[in-house]
C-alpha cells in the first residue's frame, strides 16, 4: 500500500499555478503565472506579474525581477539573476558551473553568477555560460551562445555570439546614426555599449 501524497502548498496569494505546474516558493509576486509542468523551487524569488511557461525550471536561488517571462522549457539554476522585463525565449538555458563533474559536489557559494539586465532578450535556444552579464535591452539571438559579457542594446549571434550591430529598446535594429527607426529614440555610446538618449 503506498503512502498518502502530501496536499500541494498553497500558492502566495495573488499567484496563478496551473493545476499541473508546481511553485514551491513562498517568494513569488503577486500577478504572475506558473504553467502546466513548470516548476518553480523553495528559495527562487520570482517577481510580480511574471510569466513561468510550461516546462520551465526555476531552481533554489535563482532570482526574477517583475514582468519576467519565462518561455517553454527554459531553465533558470541557481545564481543566475534576471532584472525586470526579462525575456527569455523558449528552451534558453542557463549553465552555473564552469568545471562540473558528477563526483565532486559543490555548495551553492561554489557556483558562478549570471546577471540578465533590464529589459534584455534571449532568443530560443540561447545559452549562457555562467560568469557572464547580459546588458540592458541587449539581444541574444535564436540559438546563440553566449561565452562572455553582453554589452547594452548590443545585438549578438552566433556560437560564440559576437556583436552584429545594435537595438533600441524596442526590439528594433539600429542604423549607423543610432536612432530608432521604429520609435525614433536616439542613443549614444557609452563603454562598450550604448545608452538611449531618452534615459
Given at each position: 500500500?503506498?503512502?498518502?501524497?502530501?496536499?500541494?502548498?498553497?500558492?502566495?496569494?495573488?499567484?496563478?499555478?496551473?493545476?499541473?505546474?508546481?511553485?514551491?516558493s513562498t517568494e513569488v509576486g503577486a500577478g504572475t503565472r506558473v504553467w502546466a509542468f513548470a516548476h518553480v523551487l523553495p528559495g527562487a524569488r520570482i517577481g510580480a506579474d511574471c510569466n513561468v511557461c510550461d516546462c520551465a525550471f526555476v531552481e533554489t536561488g535563482a532570482t526574477l525581477g517583475d514582468r519576467v517571462t519565462v518561455k517553454?522549457?527554459?531553465?533558470?539554476?541557481?545564481?543566475?539573476?534576471?532584472?525586470?522585463?526579462?525575456?527569455?525565449?523558449?528552451?534558453?538555458?542557463?549553465?552555473?558551473?564552469?568545471?562540473?563533474?558528477?563526483?565532486?559536489?559543490?555548495?551553492?557559494?561554489?557556483?558562478?553568477?549570471?546577471?540578465?539586465?533590464?529589459?534584455?532578450?534571449?532568443?530560443?535556444?540561447?545559452?549562457?555560460?555562467?560568469?557572464?552579464?547580459?546588458?540592458?535591452?541587449?539581444?541574444?539571438?535564436?540559438?546563440?551562445?553566449?561565452?562572455?559579457?553582453?554589452?547594452?542594446?548590443?545585438?549578438?549571434?552566433?556560437?560564440?555570439?559576437?556583436?552584429?550591430?545594435?537595438?533600441?529598446?524596442?526590439?528594433?535594429?539600429?542604423?549607423?546614426?543610432?536612432?530608432?527607426?521604429?520609435?525614433?529614440?536616439?542613443?549614444?555610446?557609452?563603454?562598450?555599449?550604448?545608452?538611449?538618449?531618452?534615459?
Amino acid at each position: 500500500m503506498s503512502a498518502p501524497s502530501t496536499p500541494a502548498q498553497a500558492p502566495p496569494v495573488g499567484v496563478r499555478v496551473h493545476p499541473q505546474g508546481l511553485c514551491e516558493s513562498t517568494e513569488v509576486g503577486a500577478g504572475t503565472r506558473v504553467w502546466a509542468f513548470a516548476h518553480v523551487l523553495p528559495g527562487a524569488r520570482i517577481g510580480a506579474d511574471c510569466n513561468v511557461c510550461d516546462c520551465a525550471f526555476v531552481e533554489t536561488g535563482a532570482t526574477l525581477g517583475d514582468r519576467v517571462t519565462v518561455k517553454n522549457g527554459t531553465l533558470v539554476f541557481t545564481g543566475v539573476t534576471c532584472e525586470d522585463d526579462v525575456f527569455l525565449g523558449p528552451n534558453v538555458l542557463f549553465t552555473n558551473d564552469l568545471r562540473p563533474r558528477a563526483h565532486v559536489k559543490k555548495g551553492p557559494e561554489a557556483l558562478v553568477p549570471t546577471l540578465v539586465r533590464r529589459g534584455a532578450t534571449l532568443g530560443a535556444g540561447t545559452v549562457v555560460v555562467c560568469g557572464s552579464e547580459i546588458g540592458e535591452h541587449a539581444f541574444a539571438a535564436a540559438g546563440s551562445v553566449v561565452t562572455r559579457s553582453v554589452p547594452a542594446h548590443a545585438f549578438v549571434a552566433g556560437n560564440p555570439a559576437r556583436v552584429k550591430g545594435w537595438v533600441c529598446a524596442c526590439g528594433a535594429r539600429l542604423g549607423a546614426d543610432l536612432r530608432c527607426p521604429e520609435c525614433g529614440t536616439g542613443h549614444r555610446h557609452e563603454g562598450d555599449g550604448l545608452v538611449s538618449l531618452s534615459d
